[in-house]
């Protein structure tokens, strides 16, 4: 069993910050790409931000400039600094990690339980 627990969500006023966490921990082999993903009210969930096992990341052109996402591999962590924060950030916000639980196992998505980020005054 593999499990995320994240953690850091909130209510921020616009143009603050906050920083997002996610551990994995259970039976994990390896872990290869890392990432943060959000749902809005309404809407679909869409990608934030990836990073692979080299260290290369991706960004939603919305992220872009504003978030920062990183990783701790001693410790199964991966991070999500969001700068400049805007109303329309406001969501739910799960982290996904596709890893391997054993070497003979395949890759499998896991998905964290999410944390909700309110952006507002």
């Known amino acids: 069993q593999v499990q995320l627990v994240e953690s850091g969500g909130g209510l921020v006023q616009p143009g603050g910050s906050l920083r997002l966490s996610c551990a994995a921990s259970g039976s994990i082999f390896r872990i290869n790409a890392m990432g943060w993903y959000r749902q809005a009210p309404g809407k679909q969930r869409e990608l934030v931000a990836t990073?692979?096992?080299?260290?290369?990341?991706t960004y939603a052109d919305s992220a872009k400039g504003r978030f920062t996402i990183s990783r701790d591999n001693a410790k199964n962590t991966v991070y999500l600094q969001m700068e400049s924060l805007k109303p329309e950030d406001t969501a739910v916000y799960y982290c996904r990690i596709d890893a391997k639980p054993a070497p003979w196992r395949v890759e499998t998505a896991y998905w964290g339980q999410g944390t909700q980020v309110t952006v507002s005054s």
């Open positions: 990073v692979t096992s080299g260290g290369s990341t």
